[in-house]
């Protein structure tokens, strides 16, 4: 095992330190090999290791890691043993972080291994800062640093009122750019360095493939003369063109993956979201309306429901302007929604557990069957 090749790929000393003494041996004599997640398709992996500058290498899933999405995101870092011209995954690292949402009652991993989350918005009728606020919580609750990208800016003659709006959610990382407007792409530089993993979320036509094109297709510097014309290559999403009808792009990721520019930062460009489901983000969503938290804390009795109280800031701030009533809204749909799917998604796993035991408790009863039928 060469560790320095694995290192632009991601791989650190807190994925190493996860190894047996035993799993340490066989990497090292190469019976054993690291690969980071590059692609999900349905229940085929693909994953990065070594040889990467050569390519994916197709991994094999044992049947204990189904079903792939509730196990692996992509950007997660597994151990595989060499099966004939293939590999098989023998072990899944803990990872640094994990996006995941509920999907179908079920937790869907999204990406894993993050730096920064880049939350595509456009300067457009898509525009939605209550989804923004979704997306603030589930990358808070994974304890990734998140960064709205407000794309699309030539789209508008308004471009401080929506930043404006954006800045009340009190971010630390914002920016504002336009595919056609080549030096605004400057302003993520200080994101895009060696060895980062980059993951864009958004909804669809937002333009998260156009931005990891222009990425891809151009140095760090972004050079004005290239600039102006992006060209879809090998290693590039292909994107569509604007509808003229509503200003928004033509969706055209249809599944996770891993890419690699040739400046050795990692993106990892996601399907558009139809409807972000929360799991498990209550600290996330206390993070994300830190200000109504911050409040709640100044009322009068420490169980104040903010309802009817005497002495509730919340009621206060809603009468006097200070707290938006859509935002405290929003802050209340988001608890009440994160509660009710983690309970869905303990129901569904409890449901699959009980099935799984009654299935072995009839087999074992047929088995009995067989064996004294046979006497």
């Given at each position: 095992?060469?560790?320095?090749?694995?290192?632009?790929l991601?791989?650190?000393?807190?994925?190493?330190?996860?190894?047996?003494?035993?799993?340490?041996?066989?990497?090292?004599?190469?019976?054993?090999?690291?690969?980071?997640?590059?692609a999900?398709?349905?229940?085929?992996i693909?994953g990065?290791?070594?040889?990467?500058?050569?390519?994916?290498v197709?991994?094999?899933?044992?049947?204990?890691?189904?079903?792939?999405?509730?196990?692996?995101?992509?950007?997660?870092?597994?151990?595989?043993?060499?099966v004939h011209?293939h590999?098989?995954?023998?072990?899944?690292?803990?990872?640094?972080?994990?996006?995941?949402?509920?999907?179908?009652?079920?937790?869907?991993?999204?990406?894993?291994?993050l730096?920064?989350?880049?939350?595509?918005?456009s300067a457009?009728?898509?525009f939605?800062?209550?989804?923004?606020e979704?997306?603030?919580?589930?990358?808070?609750?994974?304890?990734?640093?998140?960064?709205?990208?407000?794309?699309?800016?030539?789209?508008?003659?308004?471009?401080d009122?929506?930043?404006?709006?954006?800045?009340?959610?009190?971010?630390?990382n914002?920016?504002?750019?336009?595919?056609?407007?080549?030096?605004?792409?400057?302003?993520?530089?200080?994101?895009?360095?060696?060895g980062?993993?980059?993951?864009?979320?958004?909804?669809?036509?937002?333009?998260?493939?156009?931005?990891?094109?222009?990425l891809?297709?151009?140095?760090?510097?972004?050079?004005?003369?290239?600039?102006?014309s992006?060209e879809?290559?090998d290693?590039?999403?292909?994107t569509?063109g604007?509808?003229?009808?509503?200003?928004?792009?033509?969706h055209?990721?249809?599944?996770?993956?891993?890419?690699?520019?040739?400046?050795?930062?990692?993106?990892?460009?996601?399907?558009?979201?139809?409807?972000?489901?929360?799991?498990?983000?209550?600290?996330?969503?206390?993070?994300?309306?830190?200000?109504?938290?911050?409040l709640?804390?100044?009322c009068?009795?420490?169980?104040?429901?903010?309802?009817?109280?005497?002495?509730?800031q919340?009621?206060?701030?809603?009468?006097?302007?200070?707290?938006?009533?859509?935002?405290?809204?929003?802050?209340?749909?988001?608890?009440?929604?994160?509660?009710?799917?983690?309970r869905?998604a303990?129901?569904?796993?409890?449901?699959?557990?009980?099935?799984?035991?009654?299935?072995?408790?009839?087999?074992?009863?047929?088995?009995?069957?067989r064996?004294?039928?046979?006497?």
């Amino acid at each position: 095992m060469n560790i320095s090749t694995l290192q632009p790929l991601g791989w650190s000393h807190f994925f190493l330190q996860q190894a047996s003494t035993q799993t340490f041996e066989k990497l090292q004599a190469n019976t054993l090999q690291a690969f980071r997640i590059s692609a999900i398709h349905r229940s085929v992996i693909k994953g990065l290791g070594n040889d990467w500058n050569k390519g994916e290498v197709e991994l094999l899933c044992p049947e204990n890691f189904q079903p792939v999405s509730e196990h692996f995101g992509v950007g997660d870092w597994v151990i595989a043993e060499p099966v004939h011209e293939h590999f098989r995954i023998t072990e899944v690292l803990e990872a640094k972080n994990q996006l995941e949402r509920l999907s179908n009652r079920k937790r869907q991993l999204i990406a894993a291994n993050l730096d920064y989350l880049f939350i595509v918005t456009s300067a457009n009728s898509d525009f939605n800062l209550k989804r923004l606020e979704r997306y603030l919580a589930m990358a808070y609750e994974s304890n990734i640093e998140p960064v709205i990208v407000l794309n699309k800016i030539d789209l508008t003659d308004k471009v401080d009122d929506y930043l404006d709006q954006i800045r009340g959610l009190k971010v630390h990382n914002l920016v504002s750019i336009s595919m056609l407007e080549p030096d605004s792409l400057l302003s993520l530089n200080h994101y895009l360095k060696a060895g980062t993993t980059i993951a864009m979320v958004g909804s669809s036509g937002v333009g998260k493939s156009s931005l990891i094109n222009a990425l891809f297709n151009h140095t760090v510097e972004l050079a004005t003369s290239v600039l102006n014309s992006v060209e879809v290559t090998d290693n590039m999403q292909a994107t569509g063109g604007i509808r003229e009808d509503d200003d928004k792009g033509k969706h055209t990721t249809t599944s996770r993956q891993l890419l690699i520019n040739q400046q050795g930062v990692l993106f990892i460009d996601t399907p558009g979201i139809r409807e972000l489901q929360l799991l498990n983000a209550q600290e996330g969503i206390e993070q994300t309306f830190n200000d109504i938290v911050h409040l709640a804390r100044q009322c009068k009795f420490t169980n104040c429901a903010h309802q009817t109280e005497p002495g509730c800031q919340i009621l206060q701030a809603l009468e006097n302007g200070e707290l938006p009533l859509s935002h405290w809204d929003n802050y209340q749909k988001l608890l009440k929604e994160d509660a009710f799917n983690a309970r869905s998604a303990q129901g569904a796993y409890a449901q699959k557990q009980y099935m799984k035991s009654f299935s072995k408790a009839i087999n074992k009863v047929q088995s009995k069957h067989r064996q004294n039928k046979g006497k």
